[in-house]
């Protein structure tokens, strides 16, 4: 498959360190196209959740192939989120094509977008973090039963489902939140003058118009990559969502080289250490 060229590719709340990850799927994406920049909009690093016990290898080539683009010279803007918190003591830190930001706003063919990761709209996250950690637990454990009942499933050629998604479809409060959530980063969106918002956070990828009394914006969200497998992408002055689907790599050559490489992978960064010593210093 030969490269695509993407002027911007903004990706989100990956969450490298949890069983949920398709981190597998995010590099044969990553290496099927040819971005001009990235933004990594929030929760690449699941910090909270992270353990020694659990870092596969594929984690740890999607921490390579980003570190790949910026030796390039390809700007990587990593946004900070709620997963990855910690690293909020350390933004505004550029090192060559790298920067560690907590927002970033560009100028896009002469409309202003705004993108950040999405969390400072989020109650529970402001007030009752505990909970939120504890959520996040419960989420990851029924991502890795749901990965299961996936595998089963397609062994006996059925279709796979999304046990979170459901329950989000159930439950009338999850879709209040979204809605109220989009709602919210418009409104401020339009107060501030910018025609795009670009936000992560929910895991639910989105592009639209939303129209206010004082104004309009575009609405858009990058999803995740432990679920719907979503990315935005930004070519000349169009937003679309990008969608992985496995038929569309099936022929492609990155299949054969996502668990296959000739450098030694610890040599160059052991991630683990880097972690532990993240942890240390903010505690």
């Given amino acids: 498959m030969e490269k695509r060229e993407v002027e911007i590719a903004v990706i989100s ?22 971005p001009k920049m990235i933004i ?7 910090i909270w959740q992270f353990s020694k016990r659990y870092w596969p290898e594929t984690h740890m ?48 063919d002469g ?63 999850a879709v209040k939140f979204i809605n109220s959530f989009e709602q919210t980063a418009a409104d401020l969106a339009i107060e501030k003058g910018y025609q795009y918002v670009v936000c ?27 679920e719907s497998l979503t990315a935005l992408e930004y070519n000349q002055q169009q937003w679309t969502i990008f969608k992985y689907q496995a038929a569309d790599f099936e022929k492609d050559e990155v299949e054969q080289g996502v668990l296959s490489d000739s450098e030694d992978l610890h040599s160059k960064l052991d991630i683990n250490t880097l972690l532990q010593k993240i942890k240390l210093e903010i505690i």
């Fill in 13 to 34: 709340d990956v969450h490298l360190g949890t069983y949920g990850c398709h981190a597998k799927e995010l590099l044969k994406y990553l290496k099927s196209i040819k």
């Fill in 200 to 226: 992560g956070h929910i895991h639910h990828a989105e592009l639209r118009e939303i129209v206010t009394e004082d104004g309009t914006v575009t609405y858009l969200n990058s999803g995740d990559w432990v």
């Fill in 111 to 173: 409309k202003k977008a705004w993108f950040f990761h999405g969390d400072i709209f989020d109650v529970t996250m402001q007030h009752s973090k505990w909970l939120a950690k504890l959520g996040a637990i419960g989420y990851d454990s029924l991502i890795l039963i749901n990965s299961f009942t996936n595998w089963c499933l397609t062994s006996i050629g059925r279709e796979k489902m999304s046990f979170s998604q459901k329950i989000k479809a159930k439950f009338k409060d």
């Fill in 40 to 46: 990594l909009n929030g929760d690449i690093i699941d």
């Fill in 61 to 108: 080539k999607i921490i390579r192939k980003l570190m790949k683009f910026v030796v390039e010279g390809v700007p990587v803007y990593y946004l900070t989120g709620n997963h990855d918190e910690m690293l909020r003591k350390f933004a505004d830190m550029h090192m060559g094509a790298f920067h560690l930001q907590n927002k970033l706003v560009l100028e896009l």
